[in-house]
């Protein structure tokens, strides 16, 4: 409320019922439109307890089983890999020898501002092409097409974070341990990177909730991720002669939001305790990523900023 | 190069239907995330829970879920029959409502105390001092932000393109079924999405020289 509430008065008696009246009437108004939703889904008989009696059993349970594990076992991979190659990029877009540093700049902005659906796509087709050369069988295309297109693009958006951090990391502590007689790796390894991933995990968590719901691409490349496997369920399943689209949907949607949210618990509550914390530097909000109070670079700043659209993403 | 100049018309199509339907979609979402921004910051209860709930639930679902919930769903509700532009317009338009929503949010945090108690105190009331106030002058900090949001938004438009809607992924999946080499084809829909990327972000960078005030 501390923010709100400078943009209006402490309510006197004549403002406290009329904002009584709002709220009921807000309040009528939220209710009114659930309540249309529900009624015209309960007209199409979307309540009807025979449709949801389809959750009872077992070869429908599996299935949505096995979809979550596929969809965790891609974003396993995807999440290990995008990191490894965002700090491989990171470090290579900060590199002194000026051939790496483009070469990074251009695969960062390259992967970044085509849509990941459309890399998924083409790294999916190139893979089904060869895929006799490369001796992938049954779904193996496709996993890995979700695979590699996640890691490009997660990984670079990672590498923009990381460099945002490494900025942000204060020039004194590169001084001092160039001074210690440290060498560049040593530098980058032993002091730069891990003040910069402190400082930044917020932000990175963040980033791994968007891979885990661009996971959900596979349904367009007929990965069995949980979102693909639904679908085919529901489309398989029919009860009273309609397919039950709707309730599969409210339970796999459950399921994503239950999985990203807590993804994001994680993320503020690494955030937190990185506020309370007295040393280092401080850590950046959580999601809000727009809002980096706490870095003190021009450039961490701005590529912060270009962070918050890739989360929007 | 040959694809790009033999089918033109495709290429073409597919390019104004990405910008019809991020145009679409990009109006929903500002209208849309304004006011439920306002509803976050509003003194009546309910409006509140029902933001933060709009923007929890919008920001933790899958857009290609969202997508799903518009083709079955939706039409069971309302717009029976509607095209799948309609409903992709929908799905993009109310996921990114939610991006703009906290971005819109956390401008009108930027804003200085000041400025809202002043507009207290000469007796405007929540909306007027949102609406003449608080809220042009969230606008400056709320544009950087917003051109990323537009930016991604134009990125996830290709998901519409999975879902029957004409644009440039639809084409491009159609020209690699006709056994295009996908290398080009890549190539030259990248080119297009960077053509609209850079002017989003240049009209962006003109209506921030043109609204920037030295503080």
């Given at each position: 409320?501390?923010?709100?509430?400078?943009?209006?008065?402490?309510?006197?008696?004549?403002?406290?019922?009329?904002?009584?009246?709002?709220?009921?009437?807000?309040?009528?108004?939220?209710?009114?439109?659930?309540?249309?939703?529900?009624?015209?889904?309960?007209?199409?008989?979307?309540?009807?307890?025979?449709?949801?009696?389809?959750?009872?059993?077992?070869?429908?349970?599996?299935?949505?089983?096995?979809?979550?594990?596929?969809?965790?076992?891609?974003?396993?991979?995807?999440?290990?890999?995008?990191?490894?190659v965002g700090?491989l990029l990171a470090?290579a877009r900060?590199?002194?020898?000026?051939?790496v540093r483009w070469l990074a700049t251009g695969f960062i902005e390259l992967f970044r501002s085509i849509?990941?659906?459309?890399?998924?796509?083409?790294?999916?087709?190139?893979?089904?092409?060869?895929?006799?050369?490369?001796?992938?069988?049954?779904?193996?295309?496709?996993?890995?097409?979700?695979?590699?297109?996640?890691t490009v693009y997660?990984g670079s958006?990672?590498a923009e974070?990381?460099?945002?951090?490494?900025?942000?990391?204060?020039?004194?502590?590169?001084?001092?341990?160039?001074?210690?007689?440290?060498?560049?790796?040593?530098?980058?390894?032993?002091?730069?990177?891990?003040?910069?991933?402190?400082?930044?995990?917020?932000?990175?968590?963040?980033?791994?909730?968007?891979?885990?719901?661009?996971?959900?691409?596979?349904?367009?490349?007929?990965?069995?991720?949980?979102?693909?496997?639904?679908?085919?369920?529901?489309?398989?399943?029919?009860?009273?002669?309609?397919?039950?689209?709707?309730?599969?949907?409210?339970?796999?949607?459950?399921?994503?939001?239950?999985?990203?949210?807590?993804?994001?618990?994680?993320?503020?509550?690494?955030?937190?305790?990185?506020?309370?914390?007295?040393?280092?530097?401080?850590?950046?909000?959580?999601?809000?990523?727009?809002?980096?109070?706490?870095?003190?670079?021009?450039?961490?700043?701005?590529?912060?900023?270009?962070?918050?659209?890739?989360?929007?993403? | 190069?040959?694809?790009?100049?033999?089918?033109?018309?495709?290429?073409?199509?597919?390019?104004?239907?990405?910008?019809?339907?991020?145009?679409?979609?990009?109006?929903?979402?500002?209208?849309?995330?304004?006011?439920?921004?306002?509803?976050?910051?509003?003194?009546?209860?309910?409006?509140?829970?029902?933001?933060?709930?709009?923007?929890?639930?919008?920001?933790?679902?899958?857009?290609?879920?969202?997508?799903?919930?518009?083709?079955?769903?939706?039409?069971?509700?309302?717009?029976?029959?509607?095209?799948?532009?309609?409903?992709?317009?929908?799905?993009?338009?109310?996921?990114?409502?939610?991006?703009?929503?906290?971005?819109?949010?956390?401008?009108?945090?930027?804003?200085?105390?000041?400025?809202?108690?002043?507009?207290?105190?000469?007796?405007?009331?929540?909306?007027?001092?949102?609406?003449?106030?608080?809220?042009?002058?969230?606008?400056?900090?709320?544009?950087?932000?917003?051109?990323?949001?537009?930016?991604?938004?134009?990125?996830?438009?290709?998901?519409?393109?999975?879902?029957?809607?004409?644009?440039?992924?639809?084409?491009?999946?159609?020209?690699?079924?006709?056994?295009?080499?996908?290398?080009?084809?890549?190539?030259?829909?990248?080119?297009?999405?960077?053509?609209?990327?850079?002017?989003?972000?240049?009209?962006?960078?003109?209506?921030?020289?043109?609204?920037?005030?030295?503080?």
């Amino acid at each position: 409320m501390s923010g709100a509430s400078v943009l209006y008065d402490v309510p006197g008696p004549k403002a406290k019922v009329r904002n009584r009246i709002y709220s009921v009437l807000g309040a009528l108004a939220v209710l009114a439109l659930i309540g249309f939703i529900v009624l015209r889904l309960s007209a199409n008989g979307d309540f009807d307890p025979a449709r949801w009696d389809i959750f009872n059993y077992a070869g429908v349970r599996n299935s949505i089983r096995d979809g979550v594990l596929a969809t965790l076992q891609v974003f396993a991979i995807a999440a290990v890999l995008s990191l490894a190659v965002g700090v491989l990029l990171a470090v290579a877009r900060l590199s002194d020898h000026r051939p790496v540093r483009w070469l990074a700049t251009g695969f960062i902005e390259l992967f970044r501002s085509i849509p990941l659906l459309i890399t998924i796509y083409a790294i999916w087709v190139l893979l089904l092409n060869n895929r006799t050369e490369l001796g992938l069988s049954d779904n193996q295309p496709q996993f890995w097409a979700l695979v590699i297109g996640l890691t490009v693009y997660n990984g670079s958006v990672q590498a923009e974070v990381l460099r945002a951090g490494i900025l942000s990391v204060p020039k004194g502590q590169r001084e001092a341990a160039y001074a210690l007689g440290m060498r560049k790796t040593q530098v980058m390894t032993t002091v730069l990177i891990p003040q910069a991933v402190r400082a930044m995990l917020p932000t990175i968590i963040s980033q791994l909730v968007v891979t885990l719901k661009d996971t959900s691409l596979g349904y367009i490349i007929t990965y069995e991720e949980l979102l693909y496997s639904t679908r085919l369920l529901a489309g398989n399943t029919t009860v009273g002669g309609e397919n039950p689209y709707v309730q599969v949907i409210i339970v796999t949607g459950a399921i994503y939001i239950a999985m990203c949210l807590a993804l994001s618990a994680l993320a503020n509550w690494i955030e937190r305790r990185g506020r309370r914390a007295k040393t280092g530097i401080g850590v950046v909000e959580a999601g809000d990523v727009g809002n980096a109070g706490a870095l003190t670079a021009a450039v961490a700043a701005e590529a912060a900023a270009d962070t918050t659209a890739d989360t929007a993403n | 190069m040959n694809v790009l100049l033999d089918y033109l018309p495709e290429f073409r199509a597919g390019f104004l239907g990405t910008l019809a339907i991020t145009a679409a979609s990009a109006v929903i979402a500002l209208v849309l995330g304004v006011l439920i921004a306002g509803f976050r910051v509003s003194p009546i209860p309910p409006l509140r829970a029902f933001g933060t709930a709009w923007v929890t639930l919008l920001r933790n679902t899958p857009l290609t879920l969202l997508f799903l919930i518009a083709f079955f769903v939706v039409p069971k509700i309302l717009f029976q029959g509607a095209s799948p532009f309609v409903l992709g317009m929908l799905a993009l338009g109310l996921y990114t409502s939610s991006f703009v929503c906290e971005a819109i949010r956390s401008g009108i945090s930027t804003v200085p105390v000041g400025q809202a108690e002043a507009a207290r105190s000469i007796g405007l009331s929540f909306t007027q001092t949102l609406r003449l106030i608080v809220l042009p002058q969230a606008t400056r900090t709320v544009l950087p932000p917003l051109s990323s949001i537009f930016i991604a938004l134009t990125k996830n438009s290709a998901v519409a393109g999975a879902f029957s809607v004409t644009e440039l992924f639809g084409y491009a999946k159609l020209l690699s079924d006709k056994g295009y080499a996908i290398a080009v084809i890549f190539l030259w829909v990248a080119l297009a999405y960077l053509l609209i990327t850079f002017a989003i972000s240049g009209v962006f960078r003109l209506l921030e020289r043109r609204m920037g005030v030295a503080r």
